[in-house]
């Protein structure tokens, strides 16, 4: 029998709690929206809520998939899709006034395009209901960022187009895992190459859209092995990574097998900006969404002033 570790200090996190927490709440009840804050148990929902910021989840609260490190409900079939969904994402968005939203998704193998024209639909939505819209190609403050994190959509180009082509500013797919731990830790119809061919593509359909990814550290990875997912990422032209600790959310799940250090994960972070990547987030506590915004719009202006 394996010993559980400890869960270290740093890990420690604030309940939610607070008025924006309780009117943000609201608002989603109201119109019928899940998001992934919720759903898969984010160690850092009480700070985005606080803050007034959330990452929509559509396609309903059902899985097609059964990755072993995700707390999100899985089954062969999906909720039936909300013709609503777009419209009341949109609506919501301008209830809470946000500059900068994320959205994703559960895996819907059992959809004919894995969901990919609900997700179009709801960045159009969204830029609809704005006046002021950021284009790939545009970086002015103050204006609409939509980030779309999206599943692989079996790495299918007609899908992935449907997505490019309603112009979302960043698009992100994660890798989640090093190449080795890949077929333990994710569903047997996601792969480490596919990962990487669903990024590729997205920039050969459109290389101004800003392509994103992610890995989970503390599964069991070597830190060379991290480094060879990095380097991977960078070959496929990923301009956007972010690094966090996994976090097991049940005893049915994978055990966490070491607690990556603040301080290891500040080195992954130098590593990968000397890799080229526009921005790293690296840190126990960073998920794909954490924060998105605020990195994305520190990541563009150090750049402009570069």
């Not at 403050?141 to 599943?151: D, F, M, Q, Y």
């Not at 991290?226 to 301009?239: I, N, P």
Request: proline fraction near 5%; hydrophobic fraction near 35%; charge should be neutral.
């Amino acid at each position: 029998m394996t010993k559980t570790l400890r869960k270290p200090e740093w890990l420690k996190v604030h309940l939610p709690g607070g008025e924006e927490f309780a009117h943000l709440r609201t608002i989603l009840r109201r119109y019928n929206l899940h998001t992934v804050c919720e759903e898969a148990r984010c160690p850092n929902l009480a700070e985005c809520w606080g803050g007034g910021t959330a990452t929509f989840m559509l396609l309903g609260a059902t899985c097609t998939r059964n990755c072993r490190f995700c707390a999100v409900n899985s089954g062969k079939k999906g909720d039936p899709l909300d013709p609503q969904e777009p419209e009341n994402v949109a609506r919501a968005v301008q209830e809470l006034d946000l500059s900068y939203i994320v959205l994703t998704s559960v895996t819907r193998d059992d959809l004919p395009d894995g969901g990919a024209g609900q997700f179009a639909a709801t960045i159009r939505a969204i830029k609809r209901s704005k006046v002021q819209v950021l284009e790939p190609a545009n970086l002015e403050p103050g204006t609409l960022k939509v980030e779309a994190l999206i599943p692989d959509f079996q790495a299918n180009r007609a899908s992935l187009e449907r997505v490019v082509q309603a112009e979302p500013t960043v698009i992100g797919h994660n890798l989640e895992t090093v190449e080795r731990l890949t077929p333990e830790v994710r569903d047997h119809r996601a792969s480490y190459r596919q990962s990487l061919r669903v990024l590729q593509t997205i920039k050969e359909l459109d290389a101004g859209i800003y392509t994103k990814s992610s890995l989970m550290l503390g599964l069991g990875e070597t830190a060379d092995e991290v480094l060879q997912a990095m380097g991977d990422l960078r070959e496929h032209q990923v301009d956007i990574l972010t690094l966090g600790q996994y976090l097991r959310p049940t005893r049915r799940h994978l055990e966490v097998q070491e607690y990556v250090t603040p301080e290891q994960f500040d080195r992954y972070r130098r590593l990968g900006e000397s890799l080229g990547f526009l921005y790293v987030a690296s840190g126990p506590l960073v998920r794909s969404s954490y924060r998105a915004g605020e990195f994305f719009i520190k990541s563009i202006a150090e750049r402009s002033h570069s």
